[in-house]
């Protein structure tokens, strides 16, 4: 049995679509859905549905979410027809129950294709203990470089510069702790890459470097890795052929995210060699080593 999810946050209800049912119904909680085999999520992964996410794969519950977000209004001109017959509705608008109704549209289309990972990506063991903490990491990250801004222009933000500056390098250092219990020879990795113990903000892009690219679970090729992490230059030649195609103006689309954590790990690395900033053929070296290293380990029978 599986279930289609627009997830909500901010106390509204999670829509769902039971496609064998063929049935619309409203949950306050994903732990409601633990009776379903696979669940497929939109793609918003609010920091709190997290703690729901880890009880469902701890009782075996298989979980993916959608990876191409930005296909929403295509998806929705593509499948027209289909909403507007099960929704009962005379124009096609954006929805919870519509886009739930989409993801299962969405699903249906990429396994008859054979390219399902294409489309959603599976929420693994290892997301479930770090997402969270690269989140809120990211989030008070963010916070202290405001209060630097804001520091800059004459505001006295002395007392929240040092609380979040403490607050970053617990959060870095208990995202090391945790990369440390899930991938056995982590510091073995980050040694081959040139870190050492100290290097913290290097040990946490390692981290959610590794996180976003899934390894061991997933295995991508170099290929995929450079498009997922954003470092490839696509052509003038690739670009018109995609506007002739699509219409529209070529855009590059990656995960953010995962780019931010590569480039704190590429930037540990080059101010050890006294070079900065990284530039992207840096961030893709890095990445090329940091795969070779893993695949390297694995022969070796880690």
């Avoid at 829509?15 to 669940?39: G, M, P, Q």
């Avoid at 899934?214 to 450079?226: F, N, Q, V």
């Avoid at 101010?271 to 390297?296: M, S, W, Y």
């Amino acid at each position: 049995m599986r279930v289609f999810v627009d997830t909500a946050w901010n106390s509204k209800l999670h829509t769902c679509y039971d496609s064998i049912a063929d049935k619309f119904f409203e949950v306050e909680r994903l732990t409601e859905l633990r009776n379903y085999d696979e669940i497929f999520l939109d793609s918003m992964l609010f920091p709190q549905i997290w703690t729901e996410l880890r009880e469902l794969v701890m009782i075996g519950c298989r979980i993916w979410y959608f990876t191409r977000p930005w296909r929403w209004r295509e998806l929705r001109n593509r499948f027209s027809n289909d909403l507007k017959r099960r929704l009962k509705a005379k124009d096609v608008r954006k929805t919870d129950f519509g886009d739930a109704y989409l993801l299962w549209k969405v699903y249906e289309v990429s396994v008859a294709k054979g390219n399902l990972e294409k489309w959603f990506r599976r929420i693994t063991p290892i997301d479930i203990e770090l997402r969270p903490l690269l989140t809120m990491e990211k989030v008070y990250e963010r916070w202290l470089r405001k209060a630097y801004q804001y520091e800059a222009l004459g505001v006295d933000t002395g007392a929240d510069i040092n609380l979040f500056r403490d607050k970053l390098e617990g959060l870095r250092r208990t995202i090391v702790a945790k990369a440390r219990e899930l991938w056995p020879r982590f510091m073995e990795v980050a040694m081959k890459l040139g870190l050492d113990e100290d290097d913290l903000g290097g040990l946490t892009g390692l981290a959610g470097t590794l996180t976003y690219l899934g390894w061991p679970l997933r295995k991508p090729s170099m290929h995929k890795a450079i498009r997922y992490f954003g470092l490839y230059k696509p052509s003038r030649e690739d670009k018109l052929r995609f506007m002739e195609r699509t219409g529209r103006r070529f855009q590059r689309h990656y995960s953010g995210s995962a780019r931010r954590y590569l480039n704190l790990l590429t930037t540990a690395i080059l101010t050890k060699e006294r070079r900065f900033p990284p530039k992207t053929r840096d961030e893709a070296k890095t990445l090329k080593k940091l795969i070779g290293t893993l695949r390297q380990l694995e022969l070796a029978g880690v």
